[in-house]
């Protein structure tokens, strides 16, 4: 489960965020958002986890993870207001991938 998670996490690109419902949903595990947060816990450096937020494009990080997730988003050209990232503007839609 944890490395289906990761993989969509992975496809976010520079400048786009998801929720941790789309990443659960997009990963075949609708609803499974907590899960979200754990394997983004277990994934290691190599995973872009300042693109997932909470609902609404709220960061819910706080304390030193939080700050270094407004800079990292901050420095892919993500504008960040009250704690919130516009989804309309910056939110990344996940699509099925095409299978050959």
């Known amino acids: 489960m944890f490395e289906r998670i990761l993989r969509q996490v992975r496809r976010i690109p520079k400048g786009k965020v998801a929720t941790y419902g789309d990443v659960a949903a997009a990963s075949g595990h609708p609803g499974a958002a907590r899960q979200v947060v754990w394997a983004l816990r277990s994934g290691g450096k190599a995973v872009p986890w300042h693109r997932v937020l909470g609902a609404k494009g709220r960061i819910l990080l706080t304390g030193e993870p939080g700050f270094e997730q407004r800079l990292r988003l901050r ?12 989804l309309e503007t910056y939110g990344f839609r996940f699509r099925p991938r095409r299978v050959h």
């Open 75 to 86: 420095s892919e050209g993500v504008a960040i207001v009250a704690d919130r990232v516009d």
